[in-house]
């Protein structure tokens, strides 16, 4: 007789939220950390990590579907 075994995909939906999220909000934290000093350079990092959710979500929320 064989046993049926439901494969545990949690660990590979935490690693492509990670990769969605994780570098944008470094992204944002190097803004905040940069903004009492560079304006200019804020808002750089803070357009970068709008542009990186907003890319990420499309290609890896495509991914998740």
């Given at each position: ?47 970068l ?5 907003i890319?990420?979500?499309g ?7």
């Open positions: 007789m064989m046993i049926l075994l439901e494969p545990n995909y949690d660990a590979i939906l935490y690693l492509v939220i990670t990769i969605m999220f994780g570098p944008a909000i470094l992204l944002a934290i190097i803004g905040f950390i940069l903004l009492k000093n560079n304006k200019k350079a804020a808002k750089v990092f803070f357009i990590a709008a542009a990186y959710v890319i990420s979500l290609i890896c929320g495509s991914m998740i579907m």
